[in-house]
Nanobody
């Protein structure tokens, strides 16, 4: 298992941008499919998207497609979530997660999780 730590959250006005980072420990980061999730108060954890081990393929939820993008730097054990044109409904705690599957589609597919970082978007 890898250990994960998110950073880069904060407060931003609607229409603004943030980039979240997720740093991973260990030498096997490159083997993992990486996903980004968020959870707003009173709502279920939502999968936003993911990226394959080599960065060759990404998938996104319809709610963020065209606004968010995921990338990774295996040399530095880091995965990123670039968020543009943020909306108040994007306010949530954001998590990165790692899966040993080639592609992971649901929370139970992921075995390692970060502690989360808060993103607040004001109107």
């Amino acid at each position: 298992q890898v250990q994960l730590a998110e950073s880069g959250g904060g407060s931003v006005q609607a229409g603004g941008s943030l980039r979240l980072s997720c740093a991973a420990s260990g030498r096997t980061f490159w083997m993992y499919y990486m996903g980004w999730f968020r959870q707003a108060p009173g709502k279920e954890r939502e999968l936003l998207g993911g990226i394959t081990w080599d960065g060759g393929s990404t998938d996104y939820a319809d709610s963020v497609k065209g606004r968010f993008s995921i990338s990774r730097d295996n040399a530095n054990n880091t995965v990123y979530l670039q968020m543009n044109n943020l909306k108040p409904e994007d306010t949530a705690v954001y998590y990165c997660a790692a899966s040993r599957l080639r592609v992971a589609l649901k929370p139970t597919d992921f075995g390692s999780w970060g502690q989360g970082t808060q993103v607040t978007v004001s109107s």
